[in-house]
């Protein structure tokens, strides 16, 4: 029997477990809420392996020493990211990370679509107006997909099937992206950066957060932009500078903004603040303005990527613990 435990495991994905340990009954899978950490690294003992999904970084060398006394040879991450684990010490520790690289693209690129609807058709303003019994139709024409350009900046796993989708809804796609993937020949037109602030209707955010991304959509670029634009990001927060943003949005630069993503959000996202002040000003401004729609980082949240996390995570961790390599390995040399 080989023994795992799972750190920091939501409701949502009991269920997934569950129905995996119906097709693994060699394999027994404890679960636990809380993150690794110092204090917690003895929950460890005894098991073969452990996948965790957690924001707070681990960087006590403590962690890692632990779990190489303890004999477990692998940390398999049940996230994209990885930038919570400190590599050279899981490596000086015999350890090997895996992370899921892509648990579906779809799922981010849906919520896309959603934020674009939803502000195309002026809901935002519809549901507002209706809160206060007004049914008003002032303002509420709108344009339709078909006849817009969407332009993405990174097409690549997510930006891809943006692009599928919008031109799947006759919209015209262009993109920019150092990287031509001869796959969307069909689907997009590659262009410039500016050409995309320029022409298109909406304009939406794929890029990683990179030194060469940071702030990428910045004064100058919604300067660019059309006032009647729709921009929406779902990538990472700091592509944009969010006090240029909200500029944008108050001055009339740009018509509209849906985001998923704000910088500094880690500490206020998945969090309840109905009771205690929520602390990000940028986000508070956000939320009070007509022409933003804002979801707190929910783009990847659907059935089908947290069992994705889940099945890849463990297959992976399965992997390693049987001497094995997985194709998930990251690389210490980053
Ligand atoms: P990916 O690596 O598959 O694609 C990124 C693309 O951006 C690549 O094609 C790359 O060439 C391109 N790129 C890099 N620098 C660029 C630049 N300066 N200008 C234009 N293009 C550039 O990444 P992905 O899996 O598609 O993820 C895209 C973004 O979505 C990431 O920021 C990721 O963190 C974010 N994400 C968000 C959620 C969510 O819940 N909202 C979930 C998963 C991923």
């Not at 634009?229 to 509209?256: H, M, Y």
Request: glycine share 4%; charged share 20%.
């Amino acid at each position: 029997m080989t023994k795992l435990l799972l750190f920091n495991v939501l409701d949502d994905e009991i269920g997934v477990i569950d129905q995996w340990l119906a097709k693994n009954p060699t394999v027994q899978i404890d679960t636990n809420r809380v993150t690794l950490t110092a204090e917690t690294v003895d929950l460890a003992q005894g098991y073969d392996g452990i996948v965790l999904q957690q924001d707070n970084l681990i960087d006590d060398p403590v962690i890692y020493q632990k779990l190489h006394e303890f004999g477990i040879k692998q940390i398999s991450l049940r996230t994209t990211g990885y930038e919570t684990v400190d590599l050279k010490a899981a490596a000086a520790n015999d350890l090997v990370v895996t992370n899921v690289p892509a648990y579906s693209p779809r799922s981010v690129s849906e919520l896309v679509l959603a934020h674009t609807m939803w502000l195309l058709r002026h809901l935002n303003v519809a549901a507002k107006r209706e809160s206060q019994n007004d049914f008003t139709w002032e303002n509420l024409q709108a344009r339709e997909i078909h006849e817009l350009t969407v332009g993405i900046i990174g097409a690549g796993k997510i930006g891809s099937e943006v692009a599928r989708i919008f031109k799947a809804l006759g919209s015209h796609v262009i993109v920019s992206d150092p990287v031509h993937r001869p796959e969307l020949n069909s689907v997009v037109t590659y262009v410039d950066q500016e050409t995309v602030f320029k022409e298109a209707d909406i304009i939406t955010m794929h890029t990683p957060l990179l030194d060469s991304t940071y702030h990428v959509v910045n004064e100058a670029a919604f300067q660019m932009m059309k006032p009647t634009a729709i921009f929406i990001n779902a990538s990472r927060g700091a592509v944009v500078d969010t006090p240029a943003l909200l500029s944008a949005l108050k001055t009339g630069e740009i018509a509209a903004a849906g985001i998923d993503t704000i910088e500094n959000e880690a500490d206020i996202f998945s969090k309840d603040f109905s009771q205690s002040k929520q602390p990000n000003e940028w986000l508070q401004e956000l939320l009070s303005l007509d022409n933003a729609t804002v979801s707190p980082h929910i783009g990847f949240y659907t059935d089908i990527a947290v069992k994705n996390m889940v099945e890849i995570s463990l297959a992976d961790a399965l992997t390693v613990i049987a001497g094995k390599h997985s194709a998930h390995e990251i690389s210490t040399e980053e």
